[in-house]
């Protein structure tokens, strides 16, 4: 009694791996095995499913329809959702591509529910998204590249290249960041309890709320810049 009606199924396959999209597309009147080719999505890289027949019965029941997505068309899918902050697995690109084609044709309409399940973290395939981003899975033209950089593995180095490309984006490549602000002490005053913010300006509330949090008579605290 949990829903009043039974969700309809869609079952989204790798193009280069794809039994069960080409039985769907044939009525389901026949199902052949075949050898599966490369393809980004590995997990799913299945040309004979163990549990066909009990997979073709779900999709009948819930009058289920099977899409298919091309290497393209899936790291795309990946990717656009990367950029919305789900870091998603090539196999979650199959499912939005399929998701995405199924709108396209009308199969979901605007207003309806959809749920997409999302397999893997992205952080399992980085080579995939190293890859996508520059410009080097076969057959994909990468369309949301954002080339990594290198740097080495130092604190500041990490730090400086950050500062920059934030600099860059809000006021466009060549952009001279502000020079770099002295840094700051805040000296506590034992007696008074009191605490003095030095070359710092606009950060009077900090030093309020330090000075509110500290214990009545306990030394003022000294933050080095």
């Known amino acids: ?120 973290n992205g952080l399992k395939f980085t080579q995939f998204k190293i890859r996508y981003h520059e410009d080097e899975i076969p057959g994909v033209q990468s369309k949301h590249p954002n080339k990594p950089v290198s740097l080495p593995s130092d604190y500041e180095a990490v730090k400086a290249a950050v500062f920059r490309e934030l600099e860059n984006r809000a006021h466009g490549p060549g952009h001279e960041p502000p020079s770099k602000p002295e840094p700051f002490q805040l000296l506590g005053d034992p007696s008074a309890n009191s605490l003095e913010l030095q070359r710092r300006p606009g950060a009077h509330r900090a030093a309020e709320r330090l000075s509110q949090a500290a214990p009545r008579g306990a030394p003022g605290p000294r933050v080095g810049g």
């Open 1 to 120: 009694g949990l829903i009043s009606k039974r969700p309809r199924i869609c079952l989204a396959q790798a193009e280069r791996a794809n039994p069960l999209y080409r039985a769907y597309k044939a009525g389901w009147e026949n199902f052949e095995a075949i050898t599966a080719g490369e393809t980004e999505a590995s997990a799913i890289r299945i040309g004979n499913p163990v549990s066909v027949r009990r997979a073709i019965r779900a999709l009948q029941a819930f009058d289920g329809v099977v899409e298919q997505a091309s290497e393209s068309e899936l790291a795309e899918a990946a990717a656009a959702a990367d950029r919305y902050g789900s870091y998603t697995c090539p196999h979650t690109g199959v499912a939005l591509a399929a998701l995405e084609k199924l709108k396209a044709k009308g199969s979901i309409e605007r207003g309806q529910k959809v749920v997409v399940i999302s397999t893997a």
